[in-house]
């Protein structure tokens, strides 16, 4: 089973975007949820998580204030709200999961990149400035 992050695309600077990860047949409610980007010839960079309760998220700082990560276990759907986007914000945007076993318990950034569970196509986001 794979997760699918959906709704990249090319926006101007400043703008906004909202990115959807999702895994049609498998509750995500038992998951706490990672979001992660890669651009070409750097590292893979930690975005944000969420608890799989959704009352406790973590951001890098180099998003905080920018991103937003959410979600609605009704619809098994996590989001990731970007907005003042900058060029440097472009990158393949990826979403993992971890399975965590008390709703609030949020694991480390690290902890997702080393034994998650399920690991999401990416999507791609430009920003041109």
């Known amino acids: 089973v794979q997760l699918q992050a959906s709704g990249g695309g090319l926006v101007q600077a400043g703008g906004s975007l909202r990115l959807s990860c999702g895994a049609p047949?498998?509750?995500?409610?038992?998951?706490?949820i990672a979001w992660f980007r890669q651009a070409p010839g750097k590292e893979r960079e930690a975005l944000a998580s969420?608890?799989?309760?959704?009352?406790?998220?973590n951001y890098a700082e180099s998003v905080k204030g920018r991103f937003t990560v959410s979600r609605d276990n009704a619809e098994n759907t996590v989001y990731l709200q970007m907005s003042s986007l900058k060029p440097e914000d472009t990158a393949t945007y990826y979403c993992a999961a971890k399975f965590t076993h008390e709703g609030n318990a949020l694991p480390a950034f690290d902890a997702f990149l080393t034994s998650y569970e399920y690991w999401g196509q990416g999507t791609l986001v430009t920003v041109s400035s």
């Open positions: 969420i608890s799989s309760y959704g009352y406790n998220t």
């Open positions: 047949g498998k509750n995500l409610g038992y998951f706490a």
